[in-house]
């Protein structure tokens, strides 16, 4: 299973790159990795190292793919270049890291089974490996130099060459392609040798005594390692617009919390709780009416544009018709949000005392339970408020978009005062919702810290 994900992970990986733009994201591949190497970080020192390492890349593939996205909204050479260059230093900083730390790991594997075959190869394939790994970043980033050369003021002549970089980027790919079919197929052999059924056996027989009675280490791990993906998808309430449509869907954060949930169900780490019923149901009545908003905003914009709203009568009844829909389905969201914070915080509660007897001194139980209910109050009050207010500013700010050029007259003691209302709005919604993520976020924080955090470091010294 390692072998067939590791091969599986630089197949992703060995795609040839143009610039900045990954075909393949990397992030799948490291994902993969991580995948492999999880089980083994519990009492493996190298399978950990290398695990942090391929995380670091993760999250640096991660950016990468967000920079690809800036890079087609500005139309700017200039930043092409520079993401390019930033992208080669960095996946360099930490990707040699990265290889050197999983062939340590490999190395290991290879001496534990005793395969002399793998042992007599590892530093070979190790140095091919990185060198060839640097040259693919080097024939991805080098064509992009060539701008250099464009408008430059110090220049008597035209020496602008840049109309040749899209034949530098085919010959580019070209090249790279030879080295990263190369690559790919020197790490498989690798993989193939290094693990055979002689390292599976041993490596399973060494996982079941290591982790033998740490099953409750592998439950407040997991919930523990849950938390940051719902703060990830905690950022798609904010409303990123193109074309006057937002492209985000405010329904994946509880899509994201009731998958997570389901998933603890099944593997048994959390108790059945009947608000799971009326979840499932608020989030999908909110999903429609999301879609509906979407579906009837595109519909407007592909007619008409803002200003028409008071210039057209269809135009105003047509955009108008939209406000009620935005409004139910952000009232929607706090219903499917209020409810999900519930759930997580009684499934944080249910853990705590399920397994405090087990983790922690009698001494600390008392304090520890009633340290964790005063801080649930507000650890659910806060962030439920703040979405409140985002929801009850959203369909407001969509209300009043047409007049976003317009100042708005106040009448105060008779005197006519321009006020520049609505353009406060849009910041006041960006710091309301960045304010709802923020206080999310450290409830969740604060949930691992006092519960899943505190028990899994508790049990790790026993």
């Keep these: 299973m390692r072998k ?3 091969i599986i992970a630089f197949v992703i990986l060995a795609n040839p790159l143009a610039s900045n733009v990954d075909v393949l994201p990397d992030l799948f591949g490291y994902i993969l990795i991580m995948v492999m190497l999880s089980k083994h970080t519990y009492y493996d020192a190298q399978a950990k190292s290398a695990y942090k390492c391929t995380r ?5 593939s991660a950016f990468k793919l967000a920079s690809v996205y800036i890079s087609t909204m500005v139309v700017d050479d200039t930043i092409s270049l520079v993401f390019s260059f930033v992208f080669f230093t960095v996946e360099l900083v930490f990707g040699i890291p990265f290889l050197l730390k999983l062939f340590e790991y490999c190395s290991q594997r290879a001496l534990k089974s005793e395969n002399m075959k793998a042992i007599k190869i590892v530093d070979g394939v190790k140095i091919a490996t990185v060198v060839l790994f640097g040259v693919r970043l080097l024939l991805a980033t080098a064509p992009d130099f060539i701008l250099l050369t464009a408008h430059d003021p110090l220049s008597l002549y035209d020496s602008d060459l840049s109309h040749f970089r899209p034949v530098l980027i085919v010959l580019s790919v070209l090249i790279s392609s030879i080295i990263t079919l190369a690559w790919l197929m020197l790490e498989s052999y690798f993989f193939a040798v290094t693990f055979t059924k002689r390292e599976a056996t041993l490596s399973s027989e060494e996982l079941s005594e290591k982790l033998t009675n740490k099953n409750l280490q592998f439950n407040l791990s997991l919930q523990g390692k849950m938390l940051p993906v719902l703060a990830v998808l905690s950022l798609f309430v904010f409303e990123l617009k193109i074309d006057n449509i937002d492209i985000f869907f405010n329904t994946a954060l509880v899509f994201g919390f009731i998958a997570i ?6 593997k048994k780490y959390v108790r059945f709780d009947k608000l799971l019923y009326p979840l499932i149901g608020t989030t999908a009545v909110q999903f429609i009416f999301n879609i509906i908003v979407k579906m009837k905003t595109r519909a407007f914009f592909e007619k008409y544009t ?3 709203v008071f210039e057209v009568s269809q135009a105003e009844t ?13 009232l929607l969201f706090v219903g499917a949000f209020v409810l999900s ?3 997580l915080l009684r499934s944080a509660k249910n853990t705590l005392n399920d397994h405090i007897d087990v983790c922690l001194p009698y001494a600390d139980r008392e304090y520890t339970v009633g340290e964790f209910k005063k ?5 659910f009050i806060l962030p439920t408020i703040a979405c409140s207010l985002v929801a009850v500013i959203s369909p407001v700010v969509l209300a009043l978009m047409p007049r976003i050029d317009e100042l708005t007259k106040v009448t105060i003691f008779g005197t006519v005062i321009n006020l520049p209302l609505f353009p406060s709005l849009v910041p006041l919604q960006l710091i309301l919702t960045l304010g709802f993520v923020a ?9 691992n810290d006092q519960v899943y955090k505190k028990l899994y470091y508790k049990i790790s010294l026993d």
């Design 4 to 6: 067939a994900l590791l």
């Design 56 to 60: 670091n890349m993760a999250i640096v």
């Design 261 to 266: 949930y389901v998933f603890l169900l099944i």
């Design 306 to 308: 803002l200003s028409s």
């Design 318 to 330: 047509d955009y108008y018709s939209i406000i009620p829909f935005s409004a139910v389905s952000w």
């Design 341 to 343: 914070m519930l759930l």
């Design 375 to 379: 801080r649930a109050k507000l650890l």
């Design 439 to 447: 206080l999310f976020i450290y409830s969740l924080v604060m949930i």
